[in-house]
């Protein structure tokens, strides 16, 4: 089995939630909910079912994507010869290209979404996947 620091991965998945809380509040919430045709009053059913468990189960993913990434960054340091934040953005970058931009384009390609969607959402997923890969590449 392979060590793995497993407070740098706690970490790694509150900072990818708490980017996410900002991703999509502040800086990018009024495009991708119109994105996603949703409206005020979709938002109001939602909060009124209650948002627990998709927090909980976002925070789950997190950590999951965060386990996997420390992972794949023990294998490029090793490899590829970088090291630290070099080697988180880098195994972040590249777990991204290889894994959320062939499986998330379906969302465009099938499910009628918009591209604007995309790279809204991809665009995150950039961005969480390389800030995990530094706070894990920092605590290796």
């Known amino acids: ?6 407070l740098a991965i706690l970490v790694a998945a509150i900072a990818a939630m708490v980017l996410g809380f900002i991703w999509f509040g502040p800086l990018f919430g009024k ?6 045709g949703w409206d005020s009053a979709k938002i ?19 950590l999951v994507m965060a386990y996997v990434l420390a992972h794949a960054l023990i294998f490029a340091s090793t490899y590829l ?9 880098t195994a972040g970058f590249w777990n991204w290209l290889g894994f959320v931009v062939p499986t998330s384009m379906g ?12 790279f809204i959402t991809a665009g995150y ?3 969480s996947l390389c800030l995990m890969g530094v706070i ?4 290796v």
């Open 1 to 6: 089995m392979i060590p793995v620091n497993y």
């Open 31 to 36: 495009h991708w909910l119109a994105s996603m």
């Open 44 to 62: 109001d059913s939602m909060r009124q079912k209650g948002m627990n468990m998709t927090y909980v189960l976002q925070a789950v993913g997190a």
């Open 81 to 89: 010869n970088v090291s630290g934040p070099m080697a988180g953005i």
């Open 107 to 118: 969302a465009v390609l099938w499910e009628g979404k918009s591209w604007k969607f995309w």
């Open 125 to 127: 997923y950039l961005v």
């Open 136 to 139: 894990l590449a920092m605590w």
